[in-house]
């Protein structure tokens, strides 16, 4: 069960986030302001501890905490974000992960290895690391000799197409994963029971279970049908104003 979550506020300067998909237009900072607001209420309906971050202006995607930090059940891993706008984020993290480790289960993904958060999906004591753009072999071999040596495991994922692991695949709990693209046949995610995302609603394969419940993208009516159909309890939060920044449910939060 998830005890806490780390947010950060949106900045005024996320107008001018990384995008590959600029013809959604622009996020609107107003309505993400309180899209981020109905999702750390979301967050809190699931029992957790909310810990939210002042907005950073000189990070224009720096709401989305998930990349520059990975949290397990033993450690915390500061990553080296391989977007370059973006890589100053990890030292901007580091203070938020501090109050909940000590240096000694703190660890450090280091040059020339890169790795953002976005990559790693956990699975149990599993964690399986998209190799992207973002996230380089170097990255995955050391965070992989780092889930080892605190008893944990981790296996590589290549990517094909999309920006990052989380974007097409998510872990739901009870062997259950959200599956889309080019994860639907992937051979590493054989043994589980695959729920298929249709391509015209692929945005909403990344979802979050929170201790039972599932939070659902608003507006994706096949999927949030899937998940309350496999058994969950569902929440819809609306993240039209990060789509446009290639974010998503997941990025916007470490949930420990």
């Known amino acids: 069960m998830f005890k806490n979550c780390i947010v950060r506020r949106p900045c005024k300067a ?30 809190k309906k699931c029992g957790v501890e909310v810990t939210v971050l002042d907005a950073l202006e000189e990070y224009p995607d720096s709401c989305f905490v998930e990349d520059p930090a990975v949290i397990t059940s033993k450690c ?7 977007a370059g ?10 203070p938020a992960i501090k109050k909940f480790f000590s240096d000694d289960q703190i660890e450090y993904i280091k040059e020339p290895g890169t ?35 605190h008893g ?6 290549p990517l094909e197409k999309v920006l990052h692991l989380k974007t097409g695949v998510n872990y ?10 080019e994860f639907i046949d992937k ?22 279970w929170m201790n039972g ?29 990060y789509r446009k920044l290639d974010g998503g449910l997941s990025c916007l939060s470490l949930r420990f």
């Open 14 to 43: 996320m107008v001018e986030g990384i995008t590959s998909a600029p013809e959604l237009g622009k996020p609107d900072y107003e309505l993400a302001l309180k899209q981020h607001d109905t999702y750390i209420e979301a967050l």
């Open 76 to 82: 915390a891993i500061i990553t080296n974000p391989g």
């Open 85 to 94: 706008t973006r890589n100053g984020e990890k030292a901007e993290i580091l």
């Open 115 to 149: 790795l953002e958060g976005g990559d790693v999906m956990m699975v149990g004591d599993h964690f399986y690391v998209g190799r992207s753009a973002r996230t380089n072999e170097e990255g995955i071999k050391q965070f992989i000799a780092i889930l080892e040596k």
């Open 152 to 157: 944990l495991t981790g296996s590589e994922v």
């Open 172 to 181: 739901i709990e009870n062997n259950n994963m959200l599956v889309s693209g």
């Open 187 to 208: 051979p590493d995610f054989a043994k589980y029971n695959k729920i298929v995302i249709p391509d015209n609603e692929s945005y909403a394969a990344n979802c979050i």
């Open 213 to 241: 419940t599932v939070i659902v993208p608003e507006g994706y009516a096949a999927v949030e049908k899937a998940v309350k159909d496999a058994g969950y309890e569902v929440i819809l939060v609306d993240t039209s104003e």
